[in-house]
């Protein structure tokens, strides 16, 4: 998987809540799919990693950093990627925040767990 570009991350990112995750306890796989899955065995494994995410006590700070960072891959803080995307979408770079909160604002009327 090929690494986010640094300019992606938000300059005040923190990482702490990372090690409050309830992903740490579940296998990586979960959140990102392996290549060309499609169809059931997809929704089924998005449907897995958002109950692990609906269960997460950060997971608020985790969707957040998603979105701010425009994260391309996996579920984070019980968005998908396509979930994400929607959101990037909605909003023109000019008016796209980059400040702690921005994502959670952005995602506010995107589809729940």
């Given amino acids: 998987m090929p690494q986010q570009p640094l300019a992606q991350v938000p300059l005040d990112a923190t990482w702490d ?5 309830a992903c740490r306890e579940a296998d ?3 959140f990102f799919h392996p290549q060309n899955e ?5 929704v089924r ?6 109950s692990v995410c609906a269960r997460c006590d950060v ?9 701010r960072a425009r994260e391309p891959y996996g579920v984070w803080g019980g968005l998908t990627e396509e979930e ?8 023109t770079l000019s008016e796209y925040g980059r400040e702690k909160g921005a994502g959670l604002r952005a995602a506010a009327d995107s589809t729940p767990l």
Wanted: aromatic share 8%.
């Fill in 59 to 67: 997971r608020l700070d985790c969707a957040d950093y998603a979105i």
């Fill in 84 to 91: 994400r995307e929607r959101i990037y979408t909605r909003s």
């Fill in 38 to 42: 499609r169809g059931l065995s997809r």
């Fill in 28 to 30: 990586t796989a979960l």
């Fill in 45 to 50: 494994r998005d449907r897995a990693a958002k």
């Fill in 17 to 21: 809540w990372q090690e409050h995750g």
